[in-house]
């Protein structure tokens, strides 16, 4: 979605992933977040369950994968965000 000229991504997903993994969760085809000094901007994440579940999200600096982390086992979450684009992406 464009806003002002900015190219910006709008995005609800839902998925699970082991303990302590970072490697690309999510990769977005055609997709290349802004990229500023390296700059990892944040996006939500909810853990779905009963336990506190530390968990944390964000965006690959000039690329389009969504990096993820978490300290229980596999477990569901849910991730939102609105985050600046380095670019329109090629499917728009």
């Not at 490697?23 to 944040?42: L, R």
């Not at 009963?50 to 849910?78: K, V, W």
């Amino acid at each position: 979605q464009d806003q002002d000229g900015n190219h910006r991504l709008k995005f609800n997903f839902a998925g699970a992933f082991s303990a302590g993994q970072t490697t690309p969760i999510i990769a977005i085809t055609g997709v290349t977040f802004k990229n500023v000094s390296g700059y990892f901007q944040s996006v939500s994440i909810i853990a779905v369950g009963t336990s506190p579940y530390l968990a944390s999200a964000q965006c690959e600096p000039g690329g389009g994968s969504i990096y993820c982390y978490a300290n229980s086992s596999s477990t569901a979450f849910r991730i939102s965000g609105d985050v600046e684009l380095d670019s329109k992406p090629t499917w728009a």
